[in-house]
């Protein structure tokens, strides 16, 4: 299939290892936070969400990490599987002057399990 | 459930051709969203609807882009000329209201210009 991104930041894992996945956020005044996998050909699927007021939220074998001091939000995956190969980007929902919000997207990071 | 469906899925054009794209978001879903992709870099949002009305086209390049959701469902978007630059995947996304958060996306359309 084609590749979502060809100059991406790649991380490289042994199946059954631990992932960590990084990503910076840009607006200290972002409420919510999303992370999606994309695989190839595909669109962005949800992973996992989490709101400025929590600083954890764990999924089944995610967890989101937030640091609203330094602007960063990790995701861990534990047990990494092949099928976790994929494009990971993390998502803020910024507010807008209307007061409504918009999601805007990092840069993303390809994650290559290896067998 | 169905998801969101796009088409087509691929589509190769020569510059300053115009091109149309096709989006059915999921059922009961007010509020559609065009997003384009660079190559190597995340989706950005190109314009929102919340229903048949506009809600943010300030990324959309008025002057080449535009976008209609006529009856509130289907929507299109369409690039006239089409610029080199424009390559790209476009993808829509649906959610049930404004303020929803989860945004469900279709397999987006892979425009190639030459």
């Known amino acids: 299939g084609e590749s979502v991104g060809l100059h991406l930041p790649t991380l490289s894992v042994q199946e059954g290892d631990n992932s960590i996945i990084n990503c910076a956020y840009s607006n200290s005044a972002s409420d919510y936070f999303i992370w999606y996998k994309q695989e190839s050909g595909k669109g962005p699927q949800f992973i996992i969400d989490?709101?400025?007021?929590?600083d954890k939220r764990q999924g089944q074998r995610v967890t989101v990490l937030l640091n609203k001091t330094v602007k960063h939000l990790s995701l861990q995956i534990a047990a990494t599987q092949p099928g976790d190969s994929a494009v990971y980007f993390c998502?803020?929902?910024?507010?807008?002057?209307?007061?409504?919000?918009?999601?805007?997207f990092g840069s993303g990071t390809r994650l290559l399990v290896r067998p | 459930e169905a998801g969101v469906a796009q088409s087509p899925r691929y589509k190769i054009i020569e510059k300053r051709q115009s091109v149309a794209f096709w989006c059915n978001p999921i059922?009961?879903?007010?509020?559609l969203y065009w997003y384009q992709q660079i190559l190597g870099q995340g989706p950005k949002l190109l314009i929102q609807?919340?229903?048949?009305?506009?809600?943010?086209d300030s990324q959309l390049p008025k002057d080449r882009f535009s976008a209609e959701r006529l009856k509130g469902v289907d929507s299109t978007l369409k690039i006239q000329p089409a610029k080199l630059e424009d390559s790209a995947v476009y993808l829509c996304?649906?959610?049930?209201?404004?303020?929803?958060?989860?945004?469900?996306f279709g397999p987006g359309t892979r425009l190639t210009v030459t």
């Open positions: 989490i709101r400025s007021n929590m």
């Open positions: 996304a649906s959610s049930f209201g404004r303020m929803d958060y989860e945004q469900y």
């Open positions: 059922s009961g879903h007010a509020t």
């Open positions: 609807f919340q229903n048949n009305g506009v809600v943010d």
């Open positions: 998502a803020e929902n910024a507010p807008r002057i209307d007061s409504s919000y918009k999601l805007i």
